[in-house]
């Protein structure tokens, strides 16, 4: 039987102090123990920083899958598809790459009334866009990204292009934008209003972020499983880039799942 997200419990069981308590804002203990929607919420609450943030959100299996047979959502239980919600609903924009929009068979994001209600009472976009990082612009101008949406995708092509593909992709009402480097996606975004950016992969994307030190933050869910054999990690690349990581937040989910916070150390004041 299907369980409703929604029904899942979720406990801290580390929630440093100086995490937000609450859309006004403020400074409050954070104690272990049961969390209501509300204090789940101020937990992934994006920081009040006047510059764009850059959240990355995966699930591994506990040795480190990103998916099963090439699909994320194999992974994924309750207390993950709670997590996912909330943290769309929190986004101004999703960033993805085109792999990871194929293989996932990307649509527009779905936000329930209420958030989009409540994200309209606070000057943001009703529905958050979906930007599609795609260097060749190889992408089936009748994919669902572009039509089973109501807001237009971005889509981030290299000045390498081939023209005709982007004049095509373009035809879709996708507004497309040429990205010199992943370091520019941020900032792309932010001149477009879009400061608060949720990344969801690919592997790809992300150690490229990773490499370029664009990487502000990392939301990972752990899912109580092992999958074995040789599915990717979450971020790789051609070369190491070590990038250390403060917790903000461990939480377990009465699924068995953990959800951990973790924010980059750049130098950068969160709050």
């Known amino acids: 039987m ?3 997200s929604n029904a899942i419990q979720f406990t801290a069981l580390d929630a440093p102090a100086a995490e937000q308590d609450g859309p006004a804002g403020g400074h409050a203990p954070s104690p272990v123990g049961p969390l209501s929607s509300g204090r789940l919420a101020a937990l992934y609450a994006y920081p009040e920083s006047r510059g764009p943030w850059m959240r990355v959100n995966f699930i591994t299996s506990v040795d480190g899958a990103v998916a099963v047979d090439g699909r994320s959502g194999g992974l994924g239980g309750p207390g993950d598809r709670r997590v996912f919600g909330l943290l769309r609903s929190l986004a101004d924009v999703i960033v993805v790459g085109a792999g990871t929009v194929r293989a996932e068979n990307y649509g527009g994001a779905r936000i329930p009334a209420e958030d989009r209600r409540r994200r309209v009472a606070a000057g943001r976009p009703e529905i958050p866009r979906i930007a599609v990082v795609s260097a060749s612009a190889r992408i089936d101008p009748s994919h669902r990204v572009f039509h089973d949406t109501a807001v237009a995708p971005l889509l981030l092509v290299s000045a390498d292009a081939e023209a005709a593909r ?14 010199p480097d992943v370091a520019d996606i941020a900032p792309i975004l932010a001149d477009r209003g879009l400061t608060r950016i949720l990344c969801e ?19 990972l869910t752990v899912a109580p499983v092992l999958i074995g054999g040789n599915a990717p990690r979450m971020a790789v690349g051609p070369a190491s880039t070590p990038a250390p990581l403060t917790r903000r937040h461990l939480l377990a989910g009465d699924d068995g799942a953990l959800f951990t916070r973790w924010t980059v150390a750049q130098g950068r004041d969160e709050r």
Not at 169 to 178: K, M, N, P
Not at 201 to 219: F, H, I, K, S
């Open 2 to 4: 299907h369980r409703d």
């Open 166 to 179: 982007v004049r095509t992709l373009a035809g879709t009402g996708a507004e497309i934008v040429t990205l």
């Open 201 to 219: 992969g690919g592997p790809n994307l992300t150690g490229r972020l990773l490499a370029a030190g664009a990487v502000d933050e990392l939301c």
